[in-house]
C-alpha cells in the first residue's frame, strides 16, 4: 500500500510540475496583457459658479452619473487647487468608514 501512495504522490508532482510548465506561457500572456495601457473610461470633472457666486466641483463617471461634489470655494482657481489635490490623494488614498 506504501507503494501505491507514493506512486500516487510521485505521478501528482509530476503532473502539477507540467501544468506549471505549460500555464508558464499563459501567465507570462497575462503580464504581457496587464503591462499593455488599455484606454480606461474616463470621468469628468465639472467646476461651475453658483446663485451666490461660489464655485463648487462634482465628479461623474463617463456615463455621466453623478459620484461626488464639492463645498464652496471663493474662487475658481480656488476649486480647480482642490481638484488637483483631490487628484494626487486619492490614488493611494485609505477607505475609513466611520
Given amino acids: 500500500m506504501g507503494v501505491v501512495l507514493k506512486r500516487t504522490v510521485l505521478i501528482l508532482l509530476l503532473l502539477s510540475g507540467m501544468i506549471g510548465v505549460t500555464s508558464h506561457e499563459s ?8 503591462d ?14 453658483g446663485k451666490d457666486g461660489k464655485y463648487r466641483f462634482q465628479v461623474r463617471t463617463a456615463e455621466d452619473k453623478y ?10 482657481k480656488d ?3 482642490a481638484v488637483d489635490d483631490l487628484k494626487q490623494i486619492l490614488p493611494a488614498a485609505k477607505v475609513t468608514v466611520r
Avoid: F, H, L, M
Avoid at 507570462?28 to 496583457?33: G, S, Y
Avoid at 499593455?36 to 465639472?46: D, Q, W
Avoid at 459620484?67 to 475658481?76: I, K, L, R
Fill in 27 to 34: 501567465v507570462a500572456q497575462v503580464k504581457k496583457d496587464k
Fill in 36 to 49: 499593455a495601457k488599455v484606454p480606461a473610461a474616463v470621468g469628468t470633472v465639472i467646476i461651475a459658479a
Fill in 67 to 76: 459620484v461626488c461634489g464639492s463645498g464652496a470655494y471663493a474662487t475658481e
Fill in 79 to 81: 476649486a480647480i487647487a
